[in-house]
């Protein structure tokens, strides 16, 4: 292990817990426009399109969480170099690569 993955696995946390308070804070957003459109001014049409997009942002971060392993694969890369993936592919192991998940990015 580098030092640097402690760090990095802070980071991701952080990340994680932003994108969740975003969700979080624009789901909130379309409600409170929705709810409040008369103390604001807006009329129901222009408020629903409002809260609509607020929710579809709100949908998409929570997405980006439920995805995001599989994103950013950093467990994969960690576990297999390029040059013991050159390695496999010269000696003809390709069905054993595949089954270990570890292949050489270009």
């Known amino acids: ?42 009329d129901a049409d222009t408020a629903r399109l ?17 995805l995001w392993d599989r994103l950013f694969k950093r467990g994969q890369l960690r576990s297999c170099s390029r040059t013991a993936a050159r390695r496999r592919i010269m000696r003809g192991a390709s069905q054993r690569l595949r089954s270990t998940n570890c292949w050489m990015r270009a």
Do not use: W
């Open 50 to 66: 409002v809260a609509t997009a607020f929710l579809a942002v709100g949908i998409g971060d929570t997405l980006l969480l439920y």
């Open 1 to 42: 292990m580098t030092t640097n993955e402690p760090a990095s696995s802070a980071n991701e946390r952080l990340a994680k817990t932003v994108f969740a308070a975003l969700a979080f804070a624009s789901v909130l957003a379309g409600l409170g426009i929705y709810l409040l459109q008369a103390q604001l001014g807006i």
